[in-house]
């Protein structure tokens, strides 16, 4: 017994834990893919959208939403007992976007989130990824009656590398959200054995 106590204790203590950003536009489902696959409750800074905000953020396809964040939302996921994931959900409107240099300090890779209904969204932070040389995938969160495209479609709409991950999800289903971040965690240790072979 008190073996495998210690033994528990041993895997936790050896556990890499990493630091992922889900990021994106105003409205794209970041909050509700950190806490749909959270294993913790998560935290989130939700406040209500108040008439301060017209003229201010871009309600363009999100004219029902009615809460936003305005500082993070945090959750935990572990992959396996040597592997966790450290989930930051970053703020959507221009205002806040003074908190993404520091939300990103220490991160290893991100998610940025995307919605077909305002694509242009995404590429804000797709180039905050690319001009500091963070790693990121890009997921589609599949809102009902938005318009559908392939992620080859969308990759050519978004420019991006061939080689860079794009997928479709739906950001409240715990499964579909597991998927992206397994193949963003993929992509990151494929990354990093190119970038060893070719050091």
Known sequence: MASE????????????????????????????????????APLRTEELITELSSGVDDMRGVEGKTTTTVALDFGRITI????????FGTPGQDRFWFLWDELARG???????ADTRRLDSSFAAIDFF???GLAFTVAVNCF???PRYTADEVRDALDLDPRLP?????ARDRTSTKNVLMTLVQYLIERASTAKVSG
Do not use: H, W
């Not at 041993?10 to 536009?25: F, M, P, T, W, Y």
């Not at 396996?80 to 989930?87: A, I, K």
């Open 5 to 40: 106590t210690f033994d528990r204790a041993e895997n936790r203590q050896l556990a890499s834990s990493v630091k992922i950003l889900i990021a994106g536009g105003f409205g794209v489902g970041k909050t509700t893919m950190v806490s749909a696959i959270s294993e913790v």
């Open 80 to 87: 396996d007992p040597s592997l966790v994931l450290y989930l």
């Open 144 to 146: 009902d009656g938005a």
């Open 107 to 113: 991160a290893l890779g991100a998610v940025v989130l």
């Open 130 to 132: 690319e001009r500091r």
């Open 166 to 170: 794009v997928m479709l999800c739906d």
